[in-house]
């Protein structure tokens, strides 16, 4: 009789227990990943997930996995991830200068494809505009090395190429700064506008810079970069006259990633 007492005890106080919705990972067919407390219905058909102050509830048959270890869904986006091998990066954001620059923030675009060569490095290529005195398209090489292997982590970068000119020389170029020209008669050089409107030739440019991404599935993610950016462009006009301008900026962007 006490061993059914004991019995019929343990039932009521373990129910109660075994009912409680568990805490994980919850990972759907289309790609998205939920972190949240989940339970199964009682005929095993559906899953209710709570998740970020939001109910859903899913049929079994959307489900790929779940899970409540972290590490265990880290190591399984990332190498879900790695697999991938191919990811592209589109970044739009500003230029941030001198407030006594003629431009103090130009609009910047650029647009990369990277290949991991290993689960936390990158290298790939990428093009961009940016509307400095004329509009330019850079081509660049670009390698990313990840602090960690997650879905969400920071990371570093390197951009360098070349700016190619789109545009002919804005005529009102100079920002004061005129070209020297010496006379032969005159021991000091004078000031003097020869060649008012040279050609643009572009220019040597590299930014180096940390950023944080986050990603919301295996295909889709988010990130921030700050970075400072140097690039000379070039100038050349009759007589061998030539004009190096170098620009030093912070380059501010936001990024959207697929993969």
């Not at 972290?70 to 990332?78: A, P, V, W, Y």
């Not at 509009?135 to 990313?144: G, H, I, K, Q």
């Amino acid at each position: 009789m006490k061993k059914l007492y004991l019995l019929i005890f343990s039932i009521i106080v373990c129910l109660p227990v075994i009912a409680q919705p568990e805490k994980g990972y919850v990972y759907l067919k289309n790609g998205t990943i939920l972190k949240g407390k989940f339970q199964y219905t009682k005929d095993l058909s559906k899953l209710q997930i709570e998740s970020a102050g939001n109910l859903w509830i899913f049929d079994a048959d959307e489900i790929e996995k779940v899970t409540n270890k972290r590490s265990q869904m880290l190591t399984e986006f990332d190498e879900q991830n790695f697999k991938s091998g191919i990811m592209f990066r589109t970044e739009i954001g500003v230029l941030v200068g001198n407030s006594e620059n003629s431009q103090s923030a130009p609009f910047s675009f650029s647009t990369a494809l990277n290949y991991n060569l290993l689960p936390k490095l990158s290298v790939g290529a990428g093009i961009g505009l940016e509307f400095l005195k004329e509009t330019y398209l850079p081509a660049f090489a670009n390698v990313e090395y990840k602090f960690r292997n997650s879905y969400s982590t920071p990371l570093v970068f390197v951009k360098t190429g070349y700016m190619i000119p789109l545009e002919e020389t804005n005529p009102i170029y100079n920002d004061g700064i005129e070209p020297y020209y010496y006379y032969d008669i005159m021991p000091w050089p004078q000031p003097r506008n020869v060649y008012p409107n040279p050609d643009a030739s572009g220019g040597f440019m590299i930014n180096p810079g940390i950023a944080y991404q986050r990603m919301y599935s295996s295909g889709f993610g988010m990130s921030i970069a700050f970075g400072y950016q140097f690039h000379r462009l070039r100038y050349k006009g009759e007589n061998d006259y030539q004009l190096n301008i170098d620009y030093n900026r912070l380059s501010i962007k936001l990024g959207i990633i697929f993969n």
